[in-house]
């Protein structure tokens, strides 16, 4: 079965810093999904940023970007220019195309320092 | 157009009792997941529905079942509580256009068991 591991329990950033947040997944499938979640503090969780497997190119949405490399099964996210509304718990996850199965990390819960 | 909406946003049960949690996805959404959120496992995947039909199931008890009507909403239900089930209760929805897949969640249901 699939695995996501978050070696990151808690991080912190100064504003306007970059901070990178890690992710590495177990795998024997070639072909899958990657994602970044967001959960601000009782809030619904969002989709930060999604990746295919398939793709080689490095997703970016605005000021998040993901450095995947996927024969290491890493998959960091990059904040840059952090800001206080960034401040929230982050999941990364994975979607096997195979059988639809999403499994999660465990989570890193970032700071954002004024 | 509407989120994903979950009912009821916070209840309280008391250990043997049984609870329904529902959730409606996003129009024109056929698939429907679940989720517990607790601080110590984490996101845990309970089951999904598409088109009515269990397509998937995590690895919890039989006391947690679930159900999908025609028009997509889900129910989920647990019987005889734990105080180990205490937890977010996450509802998401999902769909896929032009080989893009995306998982839209709920607010959660936070159900705490006495």
């Known amino acids: 079965a699939q695995t996501v591991t978050q070696s990151q329990p808690e991080m912190s950033v100064q504003e306007a810093e970059t901070v990178t947040l890690s992710c590495t997944y177990d795998?024997?499938?070639?072909?899958?999904?990657l994602f970044w979640y967001k959960q601000p503090p009782s809030r619904q969780m969002i989709l930060v940023i999604r990746q295919e497997a398939y793709k080689q190119q490095n997703a970016t949405e605005n000021r998040f970007s993901v450095n995947f490399q996927k024969a290491a099964k890493s998959f960091s996210l990059k904040i840059s220019d952090s800001q206080l509304g960034d401040a929230a718990m982050y999941f990364c996850?994975?979607?096997?195309?195979?059988?639809?199965?999403?499994?999660f990390g465990a989570g890193t819960r970032l700071t954002v320092k004024p | 157009k509407a989120g994903v909406t979950q009912t009821p946003r916070y209840l309280i049960k008391t250990r043997g009792q049984q609870v329904t949690l529902s959730c409606s996805p996003i129009?024109?959404?056929?698939?429907v997941s679940w989720y517990q959120q607790t601080p110590g496992q984490g996101l845990q995947f309970l089951f999904e529905y598409f088109s009515e039909t269990q397509r998937n199931k995590g690895n919890f008890p039989g006391r947690f079942s679930g159900r999908q009507f025609s028009n997509s909403r889900s129910e989920m239900n647990v019987s005889t509580l734990e105080l180990g089930d205490s937890a977010l209760y996450l509802c998401?929805?999902?769909?896929?256009?032009?080989?893009?897949?995306?998982?839209?969640f709920g607010e959660g249901s936070r159900l705490t068991v006495l």
């Open positions: 998401a929805s999902s769909s896929e256009r032009e080989g893009i897949w995306e998982l839209f």
């Open positions: 996850a994975y979607r096997s195309l195979n059988n639809n199965d999403m499994r």
């Open positions: 795998t024997s499938e070639s072909d899958y999904y």
């Open positions: 129009s024109g959404h056929r698939s």
